[in-house]
Antibody
Framework: QVQLVESGGGVVQPGRSLRLSCAASGFTFSTYGMHWVRQAPGKGLEWVAVIWYDGSNKFYADSVKGRFTISRDNSKNTLYLQMNSLRAEDTAVYYC??????????WGQGTLVTVSS | EIVLTQSPGTLSLSPGERATLSCRASQSVSSSYLAWYQQKPGQAPRLLIYGASRRATGIPDRVSGSGSGTDFTLTISRLEPEDFAVYYCQQYGSSPITFGQGTRLEIK
């Protein structure tokens, strides 16, 4: 079954760190670029970061640059998002996303990150 | 960055009516990489249309997408009660991927 499954969300204090994971299955993970997208409560969808299929290039939204790091392990079919120096405004549901053959979008179900003291 | 502008912000219609939602891009978008999503409270976005006009699996044929270049449209021909939700367009052919701000479809 073609799917993405996120994990690692939770409640964390401001300034602390958290690492999200996105496990891929049912497709050749190592041939596709991968994105993280987030949605704050009651807000729209915001792109966070992208990593190329081989990990050779990474790009970030200005709002997370210098604090978040996207990475992947193609041997484990897993995407990661290391989030440091978390702020209240990082509170959101985080989704992993990719575009498969013929431009077919694929999303995970999301994992909630709450930054609160 | 391609900016997507959705209109209207809110659309008030009755069940059985036709809904037409617009998504305009600040520059040309590859039709192969334009998608529409439906989102209800507490749920992940649900893919409706991709490639501008291809229905996703399980989406009824009363839901259709059209357009090219900078103008795209989502049409729901006969609204059912379950159609009232927020709708987003997305382009994912140019980095960074971007989203419209959403159209809220509410019951009149």
């Amino acid at each position: 079954q073609v799917q993405l499954v996120e994990s690692g969300g939770g409640v964390v204090q401001p300034g602390r760190s958290l690492r999200l994971s996105c496990a891929a299955s049912g497709f050749t993970f190592s041939t596709y670029g991968m994105h993280w997208v987030r949605q704050a409560p009651g807000k729209g969808l915001e792109w966070v970061a992208v990593i190329w299929y081989d990990g050779s290039n990474k790009f970030y939204a200005d709002s997370v640059k210098g604090r978040f790091t996207i990475s992947r392990d193609n041997s484990k079919n897993t995407l990661y998002l290391q989030m440091n120096s978390l702020r209240a405004e990082d509170t959101a549901v985080y989704y992993c996303f990719t575009s498969l053959t013929a431009g077919t979008p694929l999303w995970g179900q999301g994992t909630l990150v709450t930054v609160s003291s | 960055e391609i900016v997507l502008t959705q209109s209207p912000g809110t659309l008030s219609l009755s069940p059985g009516e036709r809904a037409t939602l617009s998504c305009r891009a600040s520059q040309s978008v590859s039709s192969s990489y334009l998608a529409w999503y439906q989102q209800k409270p507490g749920q992940a976005p649900r893919l409706l249309i991709y490639g501008a006009s291809r229905r996703a699996t399980g989406i009824p044929d009363r839901v259709s997408g059209s357009g090219s270049g900078t103008d795209f449209t989502l049409t729901i021909s006969r609204l059912e009660p379950e159609d009232f939700a927020v709708y987003y367009c997305q382009q994912y052919g140019s980095s960074p991927i971007t989203f419209g701000q959403g159209t809220r479809l509410e019951i009149k």
